[in-house]
């Protein structure tokens, strides 16, 4: 059974989302994909927080974006005072970029088969109610939809007689009851208030679940223990030798990570490392964005030269973000701005180049010609980015004379830089030149196989698709193991 979980988190989405994560793992279901609704706190920050426990649950690689912002008719009402300001009680996930493509993850799913396909809603209805209305093709093949909603015949947790969900966003509800193409199975307030999690089925989930892949939780070598406790050791030694009556205080205990200052062959520091990670991944921490300093992009130069294989992995807001993975070196000075709810052309059209704007669809034509009216010449270089740091990624280029005319699908938020880049984007477009970028792959292979061959895929661009049409199974009678005739035969 496949899943595709549009949430709210949440402290309780967040436990649904654990529940589905754990069961994933001990292969009761596949989690297709997740995506996020406004409700108890704004769609991006429910969709932070549903990536951060991903990343917890050990399923970091989950599909996963932010749905609708608001209500169909309603202004968004969220519940600081129940679920915190962020959304997860007192924890705070961190800030990260997170996709708007929620519509297209859905599609996605649908068009792989709707037979196993089981939706599940556990937050208010905008995204699916949207859905029906964008796609009402692909809403029209769901076969299993599951909500949470609703007081029937139950006293309400948001007023007298209203549950939170349908609340939040009755148009919604009302809209997804009456086109829903299938028997919906509502999951009332009245039934989930008597769920229970019995100890023996929380023992099993948790145990399904592994460890976290934060380093501070991994087992840490016992040479590094062994060797920190010899330090700690000469150090009181030392003190008690210059006659101090006190041990000095304990350093703080070792991780798992072993950190190495970067030495001048970087190359072959990396080679050296890579051999004693036996398998594991080898990371070059760089302060900032790393193409925007000479000196890492020498190294970036350097590695790529030598045939090994990496990734650049920023970590910046998206207007630098987006450039980096498109391959497109800023230099250490550039100007950014969000253009969706206009700007200010004047300066802009005097701001240090290049210049990366959030804009639309719609904001290129306006683009174009406010700048060329300032004086910007139409020959300008101009590289438009859809779907950034996703695997549907797609980098445009163009002028600024052309910009307003480009012929190409470019739904949702996109990213515009223009003006001459520092070096040629073609040293660096390391996303989108992947081997594998792009392509739709099936995996027909059995469930226990298909994981590392869909991770190997993703690692070379590919977006892998898991079909389990086969299975190896043990022969129903061992004689057959004898009966089949000899090659020569």
């Not at 679940?209 to 016992?222: E, H, I």
Request: charged share 20%; aromatic share 6%.
């Amino acid at each position: 059974m496949r899943v595709l979980l549009d949430c709210d988190p949440g402290i309780d989405d967040t436990f649904a989302l654990i529940y589905l994560a754990a069961a994933h793992h001990a292969g009761e279901l596949e989690l297709d994909c997740v995506t996020t609704t406004a409700g108890n706190v704004e769609a991006v920050q429910c969709a932070q927080n549903a990536a951060w426990i991903l990343a917890q649950c050990n399923l970091p690689a989950i599909p996963l974006a932010a749905g609708e912002a608001q209500p169909l008719e309603l202004a968004l009402t969220t519940t600081p005072e129940t679920h915190g300001e962020h959304g997860l009680g007192y924890a705070h996930a961190p800030e990260r970029h997170v996709a708007s493509d929620w519509d297209l993850l859905w599609c996605d799913a649908i068009e792989r088969g709707t037979d196993d396909l089981h939706l599940i809603v556990t937050g208010p209805l905008t995204n699916l109610a949207t859905f029906a209305r964008r796609h009402p093709r692909h809403f029209a093949q769901l076969r299993h939809i599951t909500v949470m909603g609703g007081a029937v015949n139950y006293p309400g947790n948001t007023t007298p007689t209203a549950e939170w969900n349908f609340w939040v966003d009755p148009h919604a509800a009302a809209e997804v009851f009456a086109r829903t193409p299938v028997p919906i199975t509502l999951c009332s307030l009245g039934v989930t208030e008597q769920f229970v999690l019995d100890p023996p089925r929380l023992d099993a989930l948790v145990r399904a679940l592994g460890d976290t892949p934060v380093a501070a939780a991994l087992p840490v070598p016992q040479e590094l223990l062994d060797a920190a406790e010899a330090e700690y050791a000469q150090m009181c030694a030392d003190a008690k030798a210059k006659g101090a009556r006190r041990k000095p205080p304990r350093p703080a205990p070792p991780t798992a990570a072993v950190l190495y200052e970067p030495a001048e062959d970087i190359v072959g520091q990396l080679r050296e490392c890579l051999v004693e990670a036996d398998g594991e991944d080898v990371i070059r921490l760089v302060t900032g964005n790393p193409l925007h300093r000479e000196s890492i992009k020498a190294e970036i130069n350097a590695v790529a030269s030598a045939g090994l294989e990496f990734q650049v992995v920023p970590g910046m807001s998206l207007p630098s973000t987006v450039p980096s993975f498109a391959g497109i070196a800023l230099g250490s000075t550039y100007t950014e701005a969000d253009v969706t709810d206009g700007a200010d052309w004047d300066a802009l059209a005097n701001a240090t180049q290049p210049i990366v704007l959030q804009a639309t669809k719609e904001d290129l034509p306006v683009i174009s010609d406010e700048l060329q009216q300032r004086g910007m010449p139409a020959e300008t270089e101009a590289f438009v980015t859809v779907h950034g740091t996703t695997r549907l990624q797609r980098t445009h280029e163009t002028t600024l004379g052309t910009l307003g005319k480009l012929d190409a699908e470019l739904p949702g938020e996109l990213v515009v830089t223009l003006g001459r880049s520092f070096d040629d984007r073609s040293k660096y477009s390391w996303w989108e030149n992947r081997s594998l970028y792009g392509w739709r792959v099936l995996v027909p292979r059995t469930k226990e196989q298909a994981a590392a061959m869909s991770a190997r895929l993703a690692g070379h661009g590919a977006i892998p698709q898991s079909v389990p049409t086969i299975s190896v199974e043990p022969p129903r009678n061992p004689c057959l193991l004898y009966t089949s005739p000899s090659p020569r035969d």
